[in-house]
């Protein structure tokens, strides 16, 4: 079972240049997210999906587009990429249709992204 | 008050210790909560979910005191590959909010 899986797993950009981080999920969940996570900082959520065909902003949005293609694919772009973007971005899923129910997120691998 | 709050740590304990975890959360009216493990470099990974009537898996026991607005993560004859930070999550209707984690390192 792939379960989430993210790709690419790392990348390095120039400041300005624009990339798509993919994320895809196999387990027919309804929600899927979008999060980074810096030194002492936590997880912070950047987008949300929680069903196919919506998307809601998170915590910390700016700088930041996404995509909901299906109910497997959830996409994050970064128009022009800046240097605080620099981060480890983590993408979930989960069954349950926003914050309701018991159900847990879970987790893709992660891609470490560093913009010079 | 913050949305979920745990003790940062780092908690140095020996190996086969007992060692606990808090975690605080500040919305009533939450409804679901779950205890996460994060290995270094890696993406988080759910432990276990967390009942109102507690609930244990091995050598793990979580609790929830919804009086007291915390939910609790107990580990037993702890392991040296226990070593990691442990996140609590509390979801409510339209919010899943992760702590920022509590780094446990077992002491050889």
């Known amino acids: 079972n792939a379960g989430v899986t993210q790709t690419p797993k790392f990348q390095v950009l120039k400041t300005g240049q624009s990339m798509t981080l993919q994320c895809a999920q196999d387990m027919n969940h309804n929600s899927m997210y979008w999060y980074r996570q810096d030194p002492g900082m936590g997880l912070r959520l950047i987008y949300y999906?929680?069903?196919?065909?919506?998307?809601d902003k998170g915590e910390v949005p700016n700088g930041y587009n996404v995509s909901r293609l299906n109910k497997r694919e959830f996409s994050l772009r970064l128009e022009s990429a800046a240097p605080s973007q620099t981060s480890v971005y983590f993408c979930?899923?989960?069954?349950?249709?926003?914050?309701?129910?018991?159900?847990?997120?879970?987790f893709g691998d992660g891609t470490r992204l560093s913009i010079l | 008050r913050k949305e979920v709050e745990q003790d940062p740590g780092p908690f140095n304990v020996p190996e086969g210790a007992t060692v606990a975890f808090n975690c605080t959360y500040s919305n009533s009216a939450s409804q679901s909560f779950f205890w996460y493990r994060q290995d270094c470099r890696k993406e988080p990974k759910l432990l276990m979910s967390v009942y109102s009537s507690g609930n244990e898996d091995g050598r793990f026991t979580a609790q929830l005191n919804r009086a007291s607005q915390y939910i609790s993560l107990l580990i037993r004859d702890s392991k040296l590959s226990d070593s990691a930070t442990y996140l609590c999550v509390v979801n409510s209707n339209d919010k899943i909010i992760f702590g920022k984690g509590t780094r446990l390192h077992i002491l050889p």
């Open positions: 979930a899923s989960r069954r349950g249709t926003g914050g309701i129910g018991n159900q847990p997120q879970h």
């Open positions: 999906s929680a069903s196919e065909g919506t998307t």
